[in-house]
């Protein structure tokens, strides 16, 4: 199933956090599971509102290793857009050496990136940039930051700018 295709996505969602998610979300923070804290597990509600309106995709709210199966594509395993790189900690790579991976999906909250802690009830805005093949991600990883490059494309930069 994997394919060395990018595919550019490049569209905004808007997005209730319900109480589901939050729960989860919660449990997980206590956990100490996330080094980032709530933010790190806040950065799930991408993954987890995709498996609600794509219906090619299945959301693993619970599950550790794998965030989305598509029905198209194989397993999706997101990842959050930054300026210096996309990072992919271990964990991830064993994955997609393992071939359980294949393709990064590269988000980023909506309003240049700004996070703000999500709250039950209060909608919250995020952009599906692109599908990554994940075996080119690890091919061009930086070894020393755990990053792979990825620039937005500045042809749709303008579009998700709404």
């Not at 965030?67 to 594509?73: A, E, F, Q, R």
């Not at 792979?148 to 303008?158: D, G, L, R």
């Amino acid at each position: 199933m994997q394919s060395n295709t990018f595919i550019e996505i490049y569209e905004t969602f808007k997005g209730t956090p319900d109480s589901t998610f939050i729960k989860n979300r919660d449990k997980k923070v206590e956990s100490g599971k996330y080094k980032a804290g709530i933010r790190g597990a806040d950065c799930e509600f991408p993954e987890y509102h995709q498996g609600q309106v794509d219906d090619k995709q299945t959301n693993h709210l619970t599950s550790i290793a794998i965030d989305n199966t598509h029905t198209d594509l194989g397993v999706l395993d997101y990842k959050q857009f930054a300026k210096a790189g996309v990072k992919m900690e271990s964990f991830t790579q064993e994955q997609i050496e393992k071939n359980n991976i294949n393709y990064i999906v590269v988000w980023r909250w909506s309003d240049n990136n700004r996070y703000k802690t999500l709250v039950e009830g209060e909608s919250i805005s995020y952009e599906v940039l692109e599908y990554v093949p994940a075996k080119w991600a690890l091919a061009n990883l930086d070894k020393t930051t755990n990053r792979f490059p990825f620039k937005i494309n500045s042809v749709h930069a303008e579009e998700l700018m709404v």
